[in-house]
């Protein structure tokens, strides 16, 4: 019988085995290998004296797997906290992968998480990825827009050109809408990717929505709050009062021009994976929005060395 690699049970079985003393011999034909199945084991993975402690045999197993050229498996604990981010924190293989290399050594790629979840047959790992595991680009064109129904409207080619995304205190805002008009607000700072939001309690009118903005920003008014950027809706028609009461200019972008303020589109789908359309809002409590809130502001992100948004955002207010 050739040699055969054994399993954590079986290593455990060794050990308990040799504890009372068992021969190889015994051990092989109990666990169904050879008996220098069990010599190999106990000359590779046991101690200097002949000793053989099961914990240390598996780790020693575990490293020299690891270090096999093309072999990819990883520790069962590692494969488990993985699946863990993915199913309670929603984070994507390439910020689990960035996080747990920068934050705390541990080597795992982002194809090999993809790998993962594409082996997951139960389907709950693709259930919580942002795309559900299916991808569609369109290319961006750019429809420049001159004038809307927004009285004094400024368009974004008027936003002054250190709001790149890298300085802080630039902020985007967009809403959330169900089929009966229902919506949340959602604003973020563009170089932390930071979030707030709230649940809206007379839909998209304008006034109420200007003063939500008010409300959520009133806290970091101030020198290090620069611009706000958001599309041509209507609800955002109240731009003039925001900008009275907070300082701040409120640029629009074009038309059909999404790309223009990526940063709170992207975070919007992130929100979706907890809020999907077709749910109606009005049954979403504050407390479930703070929730998912707080849940986005600390998955960690590559354009911030893996650190979060929460993290990155409250530097600048200490």
Same mark, same amino acid.
């Given at each position: 019988?050739?040699?055969?690699?054994?399993?954590?049970?079986?290593?455990?079985?060794?050990?308990?085995?040799?504890?009372?003393?068992?021969?190889?011999?015994?051990? =092989? @034909? #109990?666990? !169904?290998?050879?008996?220098?199945?069990?010599?190999?084991? +106990?000359?590779?993975?046991?101690?200097? $004296? %002949?000793?053989?402690?099961?914990?240390?045999?598996?780790?020693?197993?575990?490293?020299?797997?690891?270090?096999?050229?093309?072999?990819?498996?990883?520790?069962?604990?590692?494969?488990?906290?993985?699946?863990?981010?993915?199913?309670?924190?929603?984070?994507?293989?390439?910020?689990?992968?960035?996080?747990?290399?920068?934050?705390?050594?541990?080597?795992?790629?982002?194809?090999?998480?993809?790998?993962?979840?594409?082996?997951?047959?139960?389907?709950?790992?693709?259930?919580?990825?942002?795309?559900?595991?299916?991808?569609?680009?369109?290319?961006?064109?750019?429809?420049?827009?001159?004038?809307?129904?927004?009285?004094?409207?400024?368009?974004?080619?008027?936003?002054? =050109? @250190? #709001?790149? !995304?890298?300085?802080?205190?630039?902020?985007?805002?967009? +809403?959330?809408?169900?089929?009966?008009? $229902? %919506?949340?607000?959602?604003?973020?700072?563009?170089?932390?990717?930071?979030?707030?939001?709230?649940?809206?309690?007379?839909?998209?009118?304008?006034?109420?929505?200007?003063?939500?903005?008010?409300?959520?920003?009133?806290?970091?008014?101030?020198?290090?709050?620069?611009?706000?950027?958001?599309?041509?809706?209507?609800?955002?028609?109240?731009?003039?009062?925001?900008?009275?009461?907070?300082?701040?200019?409120?640029?629009?972008?074009?038309?059909?021009?999404?790309?223009?303020?990526?940063?709170?589109?992207?975070?919007?789908?992130?929100?979706?994976?907890?809020?999907?359309?077709?749910?109606?809002?009005?049954?979403?409590?504050?407390?479930?929005?703070?929730?998912?809130? =707080?849940?986005?502001?600390?998955?960690?992100?590559?354009?911030?060395?893996?650190?979060?948004?929460?993290?990155?955002?409250?530097?600048?207010?200490?």
């Amino acid at each position: 019988m050739k040699y055969k690699h054994l399993t954590s049970e079986q290593r455990y079985y060794i050990y308990l085995e040799r504890q009372k003393g068992s021969t190889r011999k015994s051990i =092989a @034909e #109990a666990i !169904g290998v050879s008996e220098s199945t069990i010599s190999r084991e +106990l000359r590779r993975n046991g101690g200097k $004296n %002949g000793s053989y402690n099961f914990m240390k045999a598996q780790e020693k197993a575990d490293e020299r797997s690891h270090r096999s050229p093309g072999n990819r498996s990883k520790p069962a604990s590692l494969v488990w906290r993985v699946k863990q981010l993915i199913m309670d924190e929603q984070w994507s293989p390439s910020q689990i992968s960035g996080y747990l290399h920068e934050k705390e050594g541990v080597q795992i790629s982002h194809e090999t998480i993809y790998k993962l979840i594409r082996n997951d047959g139960t389907g709950k790992l693709s259930e919580n990825c942002r795309h559900r595991m299916k991808y569609c680009k369109s290319a961006s064109r750019k429809h420049e827009t001159k004038a809307t129904n927004i009285k004094n409207r400024v368009s974004i080619h008027d936003r002054p =050109a @250190e #709001a790149d !995304g890298k300085r802080f205190g630039d902020w985007e805002m967009d +809403l959330i809408v169900d089929k009966d008009q $229902n %919506g949340i607000l959602t604003m973020v700072e563009r170089s932390t990717n930071f979030l707030l939001m709230a649940k809206l309690k007379h839909g998209k009118m304008a006034m109420p929505v200007a003063m939500t903005v008010w409300r959520l920003l009133l806290p970091y008014k101030g020198e290090m709050m620069h611009t706000i950027t958001t599309d041509n809706g209507p609800e955002f028609a109240a731009h003039e009062w925001i900008t009275k009461q907070l300082g701040v200019p409120v640029y629009f972008t074009d038309s059909y021009s999404s790309w223009q303020k990526g940063a709170v589109e992207n975070t919007n789908k992130l929100i979706r994976q907890y809020i999907p359309k077709g749910m109606d809002i009005s049954t979403v409590s504050e407390k479930r929005i703070a929730s998912i809130q =707080a849940k986005i502001n600390r998955r960690p992100r590559a354009k911030l060395n893996f650190n979060t948004p929460k993290e990155e955002f409250f530097k600048h207010y200490t």
